[in-house]
T-cell receptor, first 114, second 115 residues
Framework: GESVGLHLPTLSVQEGDNSIINCAYS??????FIWYKQESGKGPQFIID?????DKRQGQRVTVLLNKTVKHLSLQIAATQPGDSAVYFC?????????????FGAGTRLAVHP | DTGVSQDPRHKITKRGQNVTFRCDPI?????LYWYRQTLGQGPEFLTY????????KSRLLSDRFSAERPKGSFSTLEIQRTEQGDSAMYLC?????????????FGPGTRLTVL
């Protein structure tokens, strides 16, 4: 089958460990951020989002941290499972109000080993 | 399945031919987006519809590309006189409208290969 992200940076973790995926965004005016997971041959799947008036948001097994000072976003996955293996993209909305056009980062491949 | 659907899933064509892709968004979603994704890259924004109105087009959308959403429901993306550089995954996404930000729900994509 086809492969998403052939030459992406890869994070390799052991099953059960915590994973941290980092992302630097480009536009200081961006006010909304999303993390997406993409498995091979599929479209991106929403994981978690955060607005710029927050610095942390938690979901089920996932936490997103936002540092606007250095324009940095991170995704933490607790107790990583083999099903978490995929390419992860951060995306930013550079528009204020209106519709949410997204600008995606380059992506990171997460490989979970048993 | 009430998610975003796209048709076809795969398309192989010869250079110079025209192709058309279809996207059916989630039924209550007013906003529809087209993105293009090449191997090793994140999706790149192409165009956006609010109901039937096309409100923004990226510079990536050359004159050979045209998108429509005639009744504010499904959308089509046509590429005329395809070139090898058009080979990519074409993704459609939809979201509800409103004052607050909403996640975009992506379809499975159409993989285009231009020979």
């Amino acid at each position: 089958g086809e492969s998403v992200g052939l030459h992406l940076p890869t994070l390799s973790v052991q099953e059960g460990d915590n994973s941290i995926i980092n992302c630097a965004y480009s536009n200081s005016a961006s006010d909304y951020f999303i993390w997406y997971k993409q498995e091979s041959g599929k479209g991106p799947q929403f994981i978690i989002d955060i607005r710029s008036n927050m610095d942390k948001r938690q979901g089920q097994r996932v936490t997103v941290l936002l540092n606007k000072t250095v324009k940095h976003l991170s995704l933490q996955i607790a107790a990583t499972q083999p099903g978490d293996s995929a390419v992860y993209f951060c995306a930013e909305n550079p528009s204020s109000g209106g519709y949410n056009k997204l600008i995606f980062g380059a992506g990171t491949r997460l490989a979970v080993h048993p | 399945d009430t998610g975003v659907s796209q048709d076809p899933r795969h398309k192989i064509t010869k250079r110079g031919q025209n192709v058309t892709f279809r996207c059916d968004p989630i039924s209550e979603h007013n906003r529809l987006y087209w993105y293009r994704q090449t191997l090793g890259q994140g999706p790149e924004f192409l165009t956006y519809f609010q109901n039937e109105a096309q409100l923004e087009k990226s510079r990536l959308l050359s004159d050979r590309f045209s998108a429509e959403r005639p009744k504010g429901s499904f959308s089509t993306l046509e590429i005329q006189r395809t070139e090898q550089g058009d080979s990519a995954m074409y993704l459609c996404a939809s979201s509800p409208s409103g004052l607050s930000y909403n996640e975009q729900f992506f379809g499975p994509g159409t993989r285009l290969t231009v020979l």
